[in-house]
């Protein structure tokens, strides 16, 4: 018995739009990076899930899966990096009060 | 190398060696070597023009080259002058010149100060000498923008205000302005942007010339103070510093005029014809409100800045009586009225330079304490009420009669209307002179005060000689005019 | 004739080295400098007049009109051009040496008055100036030309009556003579505007083509025309620059607003009629009334004033009145059938300004002595100034047309042209010169006789009640009696020239004769208003003097207050066009068209305001933007599809 492909597509989807509306909401730069690992997560899913049921004789989906990963994981590295930063300089990384920049 | 190119270069010249002065003195010797190179460059070209027009040469054009910059939009670099022309580089060239000696002393940044000066003065020089409508467009532009740093950073009062105005409504006739030109362009069919070329064309449909006549119409007259779009000259004049206001009052609003008559009227015939009654109406409301309402200021730069008003009006007016007489009279009106106000405006700026005051009801008795400045205020005053021996009379008589000539109750009307003018004119005149340069002296401060330095009382004697000059000797100019006029009246009236 | 040119030439280079390096000059260089070219000019005057009278009439019988110098100053169309050129015709060779010689007198004059004061290169600058406008606008070839030269001496009786540029009333004044002039100035121009169109030419004698098609044209440019002449003339009710004129200098006033600026109307009017006559008759009679309505007011006037320089000038804009009714009243320009007014107002014109230039020149030489204008501050001055008493006297008699003296000759010719026009016309003309023996004498008495004032201040000082001894009054340096003695005795014979000789109203040779019946009323109307003047004035304080001041309390306050025309000017001019028309344009300008534009940047700024908003910098509100637009356009799609 296979779990039909619409199961694991409503899985990314949901988990993408969870992770849109946290993007959209949420005002803690930790947050927003939690939020935008999981669209990213939930984009990679789909990568695996369309290789798995539409060419399964071929490997192109997962590696880019793999890379998908893979960049998130330096993605997550360097705004972790800002974040810090960010907090040394600022004392919060609450986005409300980045706003050097605009002014 | 065509003689009219070097208007732009040297300039250009003089504004890459202002970049590389380093102190004070070879700000003035550039500016000074410069300013002069131009006026002899012009008066050359004068007198070469009129032995040219002398020995027979009745093109419209002289001097013409053309150089294709884009081939695609047939935008050139097209020069040449006529009459006009001519008349008015001399003007701009004088203006120029003087005004250099009327800001002699000014702090601070005074080589930054000359080098939008320069580039102002190209922007002039280079919209006189196009005949293309989108270099000359280009030009224009050239031209308004110095004027907006010049009077917001060098500028008195509330200048930011005014400058931002100044540039906000001139911009906004640009707007109109351009889309004006592009109308002509694509009008015309779209195959030259030459103004004589399009003239020659003579194609564009009437229904096209009658949106785009009053917009190219309008775009020039903000320039040249057309009411209701004339508020920007007070506020603007008033905080402009000295040779600004020379420049900005002789010649940049004299680019209104010009562009009127050699763009909208001569390019739009039809329209001009038919709509012209519209902006008679205004003009005519121009000549009579500036006046009017002179008489009531107690800011010396206002009571002139409305004169302006007033003044050129007369020269759309004349303009737009579309006679051979009264357009040389509007042309003449513009070099009459550009040398007159320069000069009124390098005394004000003088007297203002000492008691720090503009205002009419502080001052009393100056022609006891500065007796060079009061006599050459009164003749500048009895130059700008029009008496005879000074350029207004020639200018204002010429378009008068010139008006009369138009046989039609509205014509004569408005003309009667606009005559009124010469009355309110003294009126004002008199009443400033009255007020500040007789009398005894009541402000104790002003006692100490100076009169005219050199530089000072060089630039009034150059500018009274130069009015005093096409006022008693006023043929050689109205011929030089004239011949100009007549070539661009037969478009008008075909 | 050719030498015509230095008369203009010579005043005028004198005005440009005296205001270009006069300054430096000391004051007796720059007076002689001034004189003596004027001495130059009225010499070349009197030659250029000889020779052109001497010339001799035509076959016509007339004295042609001699243009030595014409050119084309400025070309204004195919058809219209301004000349500048010389034209001498038999008035304005008259005017020539009325001017040269006026002037000539002030400049002399000048010379002992104006000593010592401060200017005085800028003085005779601008008498040169003015004597160069005025010849200039007497010999002008055209009209266009006239106008110029009629601006020109507008301005510089500008500049000579605010010569003392540090006294109020003088500042005023000069502002007032000139604006007032100038109003009138724009009905001449408009009026030179429609006779230049319409006549094709600017000349005087335009085709009779053009002149045949002008029709109702013509008097209408005549009119406006005779409306700037009124200005400069100072006719009612333009006339009230002149009698505020009088704060310029003394010699000012009887160079320019007794001699010959003020008849410049006159002589314009004098130059247009034969277009008058031939085309406008209706507008001809209007002036004549119109001056004899400004006779009688300035007559009444003069009768009550207290300063001795404001009777003169009243009497002046009577006198010039004459002269337009004298040009009024003609009917034909033949001089036996109602052509007799034109020769009587030029000859009028000729022995006004003699005798008018010295009764000026003398109340000069008064004020000189008791340094003061008020007649209150006089009487008694025959004493102290026999020189001056005798000339001034002579010019009293001259002008209340007592004969021998050349105003009687003048003004009963302009009397037999009245009563040739209309017997009510010319009682009335008579009623007023009747009216101007009374004021003359008035002032005469009131000058020379009586209680002396410096006498009455010395008792006073001796007494000890007042701290200051009076200022003795003492006759005028010969500089200034010299001026007076030749204008005296030009007075004394001017009447016999045989004027009619040499101008008349169609040029042919007029021989004046008296009229005996209007003659001999004329006389003894003026020697009873003499009489008259006699009872009340020669001693002060005499009960019918008082008398009448009782009774006629009213009416001669309101004529010293010259009958409120002063002030409804003033209601016109500062209420109604600086308050109710200047003040409101000014603030429209402002308030209305400014601030509508000032509307629109606020407007402008508003709205940017408004938007600025959604761009709030802010990453996550655009993502939201950004979604919901994605949505939108997909929603719209599907909706399409």
């Known amino acids: 018995m296979t779990i039909p492909a619409q199961y694991m597509l409503i899985l990314s989807a949901v988990l993408f739009f969870v992770g849109v509306f946290g993007f959209f909401t949420r005002r803690n730069l930790v947050s927003l990076l939690i939020c935008t690992e999981l669209m990213l997560n939930a984009v990679d899913i789909n990568f695996a899930v369309f290789n798995a049921y539409c060419h399964p004789e071929h490997l192109e989906g997962y590696i880019f899966s793999l890379f998908g990963i893979g960049i998130a994981a330096a993605e997550t590295a360097v705004a972790i990096a800002i974040i810090i930063n960010v907090y040394r300089n600022f004392h919060s990384i609450h986005i409300k009060r980045l706003t050097n920049l605009k002014h | 190398m065509n003689i009219l190119l070097l208007f732009v270069i040297i300039p250009l010249v003089m504004l890459l060696a202002l970049w590389g002065c380093r102190n004070l003195t070879q700000v003035r010797a550039t500016m000074v070597t410069g300013s002069t190179a131009l006026l002899a460059l012009s008066a050359y070209l004068t007198v070469e023009f009129i032995s040219l027009r002398n020995g027979g040469n009745s093109e419209a054009m002289l001097y013409c080259d053309s150089w294709s910059w884009y081939e695609p939009l047939n935008i050139c670099l097209s020069i040449g002058v006529d009459g006009i022309s001519v008349a008015m580089l001399l003007l701009s060239s004088i203006i120029v010149f003087t005004g250099t000696f009327a800001s002699w002393r000014l702090k601070p940044m005074t080589k930054e100060f000359f080098l939008w000066y320069t580039l102002l003065s190209l922007g002039v020089y280079g919209f006189f000498i196009s005949t293309d409508l989108f270099t000359m467009f280009m030009f224009y532009e050239t031209a308004l923008i110095p004027m907006y740093l010049l009077i917001g950073v060098w500028g008195s009062g509330r200048k930011e205000y005014s400058a931002m105005k100044l540039t906000l409504m001139l911009m906004g006739g640009s707007a109109f302005l351009l889309m004006g030109i592009l109308g002509i362009y694509f009008g015309s069919g779209a195959t030259t942007m030459n103004i004589h070329e399009i003239a020659a064309l003579n194609c564009i449909p009437t229904a096209t010339q009658y949106i785009f006549f009053p917009m190219t119409f309008i775009g020039f007259g903000v320039l040249g103070a057309l009411f209701p779009f004339h508020t920007w000259s007070p506020d603007g004049h008033a905080c402009a510093p000295t040779s600004v206001s020379m420049l900005h009052a002789g010649v940049l609003m004299k680019l209104g005029g010009y562009g009127c008559f050699r763009i909208a009227m001569y390019l739009l015939p039809q329209a001009a014809e038919d709509l012209a009654w519209i902006f008679i109406i205004l003009t005519t409301v121009s000549v009579v409100y500036g006046a009017l309402s002179a008489i009531s200021q107690t800011d010396l730069k206002y009571i002139n800045a409305y004169s302006s008003v007033s003044h050129c009006g007369l020269v759309l007016f004349a303009i737009l009586m579309m006679t051979k007489s009264a357009c040389t009279g509007a042309i003449l009106q513009m070099l009459s009225h550009g040398l007159m106000t320069a000069l009124f405006f390098a005394l004000i700026g003088m007297i203002y330079g000492r008691t720090h005051t503009r205002d009419i009801r502080q001052m009393r008795g100056l022609m006891k304490i500065m007796p060079f400045l009061a006599v050459g205020y009164v003749i500048a005053g009895l130059a700008n009420l029009g008496l005879p021996g000074f350029s207004g009379f020639v200018a204002e008589m010429t378009i008068f009669v010139g008006a009369f000539e138009v046989n039609d109750i509205f014509h004569r009307t408005v003309t009667i209307i606009a005559c009124t003018s010469i009355v309110i004119t003294a009126v004002y005149i008199l009443r400033v002179v009255g007020r500040i340069l007789y009398g005894e002296p009541e402000n104790e401060e002003h006692m100490k005060l100076t009169d005219a330095t050199w530089d000072e009382r060089f630039t009034v004697i150059c500018l009274v000689i130069c009015v005093i000059a096409i006022g008693v000797a006023p043929m050689w100019i109205s011929n030089l005019i004239n011949s100009g006029v007549g070539d661009v009246l037969v478009n008008i009236n075909r | 004739m050719e030498q015509s040119i230095y008369i203009l030439a010579l005043p005028l280079l004198s005005f440009i080295t005296l205001a270009l390096i006069g300054k430096k000059l000391p004051h007796k260089v720059a007076g002689i400098i001034g004189t003596l070219s004027l001495l130059a ?601």
């Open chain 3, 41 to 641: 000019t009225t010499v070349l005057a009197y030659v250029t007049t000889a020779s052109y009278f001497l010339a001799g009439r035509n076959a016509d019988g007339i004295f042609a009109e001699a243009m030595p110098y014409n050119l084309t100053w400025l070309p204004i169309n195919e058809t219209l051009s301004i000349d500048l050129g010389i034209l001498i015709s038999p008035i304005s060779a008259m005017m020539l040496v009325v001017i040269t010689t006026i002037s000539l007198m002030v400049h002399i004059y000048s010379l002992g008055y104006m000593k010592g004061e401060r200017g005085f290169q800028r003085y005779y600058a601008f008498l040169s100036l003015f004597t160069f406008s005025m010849l200039g606008l007497v010999v002008a070839t055209n009209i266009f030309q006239m106008y110029i030269f009629w601006e020109l001496v507008g301005v510089s009786s500008y500049l000579l009556i605010g010569f003392y540029y540090t006294k109020p009333a003088a500042i005023a004044a000069s502002k007032k003579a000139f604006i007032v002039t100038r109003f009138a100035d724009l009905f001449f121009l408009i009026g030179i505007l429609i006779y230049g169109y319409y006549m094709e030419t600017f000349s005087f004698t335009p085709g009779e083509t053009a002149l045949a098609a002008a029709g109702t044209v013509l008097p209408t440019a005549l009119m406006l025309m005779f409306i700037g002449g009124a200005g400069k003339s100072a006719m009612f009710p333009l006339h009230i620059w002149l009698p505020d004129a009088m704060e310029g200098p003394t010699p000012v006033s009887a160079l320019i607003h007794a001699a010959t600026m003020v008849v410049a109307g006159v002589f314009l009017t004098a130059r247009m009629f034969p277009l008058f006559i031939e085309f406008a008759p209706g507008v001809l009679h209007t002036i004549a009334y119109i001056g004899a309505f400004t006779a009688l007011y300035a007559a009444i006037v003069a009768c009550v004033q207290t300063d001795i320089k404001r009777v003169l000038a009243f009497s002046t804009i009577s006198q010039i009145a004459f002269m337009m009714v004298a040009l009024g009243v003609c009917t034909g320009s033949d001089p036996h059938e109602g052509g007799l007014g034109y020769m009587a107002s030029m000859f009028h014109l000729f022995t006004h300004a003699i005798f008018k230039g010295l009764l000026f020149l003398g109340a000069g030489a008064i004020i000189h002595a008791v340094h003061s204008n008020e007649k209150s501050h006089m009487g008694g001055l025959r004493k102290y100034m026999p020189v001056t008493h005798i000339t001034f006297l002579i010019a009293c008699l001259a002008i209340a047309g007592i004969p021998p003296f050349s105003g009687f000759f003048s003004k009963d010719e302009i009397l037999a042209a009245c009563y040739a026009f209309s017997k009510p016309m010319g009682l009335f003309m008579s009623g007023i010169a009747a009216m101007t023996a009374f004021y003359m004498f008035r002032l005469y008495y009131l000058i020379f006789w009586g209680k002396s004032h410096y006498e009455e201040q010395l008792a006073l000082y001796r007494s000890g009640n007042i701290a200051h001894e009076p200022h003795k009054p003492h006759e005028a340096p010969m500089t200034m009696t010299v001026p007076l003695v030749i204008l005296a005795a030009a007075t004394c014979v001017a009447g016999f020239i045989p004027f009619g000789e040499f101008i008349s109203s169609n040029g042919h040779a007029y021989a004046i004769h008296l009229d005996t019946k209007v003659a001999t009323t004329s006389i003894l109307l003026a020697v009873t208003a003499i009489v008259i003047a006699t009872i009340m004035y020669i001693k002060p304080g005499r009960r019918i003097t008082r008398v009448v001041k009782v009774v006629l309390r009213e009416p001669i306050r309101a004529a010293y207050h010259r009958f409120y025309m002063d002030e409804a000017w003033l209601f016109v001019t500062k209420k109604i066009i600086f308050n109710c028309i200047s003040r409101p344009i000014a603030w429209f300008d402002r308030h209305v068209i400014d601030a509508s534009l000032d509307l629109t940047a606020k407007g402008t700024q508003w709205l940017g305001a408004l938007i600025r908003p959604l761009q709030s910098g802010n990453v996550q509100t655009y993502c939201v933007y950004l979604l919901s637009g994605a949505l939108m356009i997909l929603l719209l799609l599907l909706y399409l599809n």
